[in-house]
């Protein structure tokens, strides 16, 4: 009998469950899509070109054993990965890859073609005319650039320094821009970041020759992109001191570029740029409006894919929210990976307060300290760290421990309202014990009457006793929007007034909840 492609997918599921972690097995496998069966060759669809190289660079034995289990010795795999999601008026164009990336022979027509079109504007010309090494040696001698030891700066000898608007610096030197401090070792990692610090490893593992290339880090002020794209950056320097890193904001960017628009010296400009082995650029969404600037961007960027090197970028949001960019660059930005940061739950805000006070050489307080300190400010990574840089200057200068009195003294200057206990995840876990059941429950998409009723009266808790809006309390209930919210707590309301036992619940939860 014919074997279905569905049956088959189905059964080398069941093969990998059996061998690999269950978080594993729903991070990485659950999304794929089986696509048809030809003869031998079963074709899954993966969402994106990160999960083809993470499962062919950590699963792919596990994937071949079930393939065996399910069609024999002669089994073969094929994906059909999405390189661009679409919309309304288009399908999702995908590109079909091998289990062996070496036999890959992309379809032209779903690779992105590199051109480089001559500007429409004359007094810029073609930037990148002549481009590429040879080009720049005009301006840069072999003999300028040095090897460094790991570590070490890695500078470039250029006739201006654009990093200087007035005058070179010394030597004409041009270093990497990167903070030394910015590492992955002291990233934390949590759920809100996992997927964004693992493509930042890979990426700083093997620059330029991932299928994320870009790699564009979207989040909220204060999340840490800037953080862990630094440490993409220090990483490469690192392990490939040789390389040209260069981390620089769009702002800064774009105002090199007027300097050199003053100067006619827009040439110079761009062949500085092409040098760069590495590009990071923060904060994108600057370029937005810039017309010329974005124009230049565009040239610069289409000469580094090609040439193979990588190229990673900072947005406070996704690319299809982007304003005022040309659509050509949002479509090059889509070409790699996209992914998000977002705000650390408590377990993570725990971890950041204890690994910021060992860095810093001061005795982790009790955990009941910690605790508050993590339920009190858990929005911004950036505020956290700014509370605990306070607490640990506060300690050494009066040589005390931190203790919860000082905790609450610390936030009472730096926070202007704090909400004591009550927060959302002392409301959730108060009222998923009260209830019966787990806090991810809570979040989950379940529609339980028993796990909505919970849900809703944490919702109605949550708009009462914090300052959260009614946005930003969906997005802590897995990722529910405001109207949901604003559902929930008119229901729980109308239910207070007509159900006694109901309201009696209610009456008894909010003493827990009292100041």
């Known amino acids: 009998m014919l074997k279905d492609f569905r049956t088959v997918w189905a059964g080398c599921l069941r093969t990998i469950a059996a061998e690999i972690g269950e978080q594993s097995f729903k991070t990485w496998f659950r999304p794929i899509i089986p696509v048809e069966l030809k003869g031998n060759v079963l074709t899954i669809q993966v969402p994106s070109a990160y999960f083809y190289d993470w499962l062919e660079e ?25 390189v661009d999601q679409g919309n309304e008026q288009a399908r999702p164009r995908t590109l079909h890859l091998p289990t ?26 073609n930037p990148l005319a002549g481009s590429g090494r040879a080009a720049a040696a005009r301006y840069v001698s072999s003999a300028d650039t040095r090897r460094a030891a790991p570590g070490a700066q890695t500078t470039f000898a250029v006739p201006r320094n654009p990093f200087e608007s007035v005058k070179p610096m010394d030597g004409n030197l041009v270093p990497s ?31 330029g020759t991932t299928s994320f290339n870009p790699l564009m880090v979207y989040g909220g002020v204060g999340l ?92 406070d949001r996704p690319p299809k929210d982007l304003q005022g960019l040309e659509d050509r660059l949002l479509n090059r930005f889509k070409w790699g990976l996209t992914a998000d940061v ?84 002392f409301i959730q876990k108060t009222v998923a014990a009260y209830f019966g059941i787990s806090v991810d429950l809570l979040k989950d998409k379940t529609r339980k009457k028993e796990v909505v009723t919970a849900r809703q009266v944490a919702m109605y808790f949550a708009k009462h006793h914090t ?29 207070v007034d007509s159900d006694k036992k109901f309201r009696e619940q209610v009456d008894e939860l909010r003493k827990k909840f009292a100041k």
């Open 342 to 425: 977002q705000s650390p739950d408590f377990e993570t805000r725990v971890a950041i307060i204890r690994n910021k006070m060992d860095q810093d050489g001061i005795d982790i307080p009790p955990p009941h300290v910690v605790d508050y300190l993590a339920n009190s400010v858990h929005t911004n990574v950036r505020e956290l760290e700014g509370v605990i840089a306070s607490l640990v200057a506060q300690s050494s200068l009066s040589r005390r421990d931190i203790d919860l009195e000082m905790v609450k003294q610390a936030l009472r200057h730096i926070i202007e309202e704090v909400e004591a206990e009550v927060n959302l995840d």
């Open 100 to 125: 062996t990336r070496k036999a890959a022979a992309p379809d032209p027509h779903d690779t992105p073609a590199v051109a480089h079109p001559t500007p429409p504007s004359a007094p810029m010309g």
């Open 177 to 207: 821009q990167l903070n030394g401090s910015y590492t992955f070792d002291n990233y934390i990692e949590g759920d809100c970041n996992r997927l964004a610090r693992s493509a930042g490893l890979a990426v700083a593992n093997k620059p």
């Open 467 to 495: 300052s959260h809006t009614l946005k930003t309390i969906g997005f802590h209930f897995g990722g529910r929007d405001h109207t949901t919210v604003m559902h929930s707590v008119q229901t729980v309301s109308d239910l």
């Open 58 to 82: 950590h699963y792919v034995d596990e994937l071949r054993r079930a393939l065996y289990q399910e069609l024999g010795r002669e089994g073969r795999l094929e994906y059909s990965v999405v």
């Open 224 to 315: 840490g992109k800037t953080h862990l794209v630094q440490a993409i950056g220090n990483h490469i320097k690192a392990t490939a001191p040789e390389r040209f890193v260069l981390y620089v904001s769009a702002e800064k960017f774009t105002n090199q570029f007027i300097d050199s628009v003053q100067r006619t010296a827009v040439q110079e400009f761009a062949n500085f740029y092409l040098q760069v082995d590495a590009l990071i650029l923060d904060d994108v969404q600057f370029l937005a409006n810039k017309g010329k600037t974005q124009e230049m961007f565009f040239h610069i960027f289409n000469h580094l894919h090609q040439s193979g090197k990588q190229i990673v970028m900072t947005s």
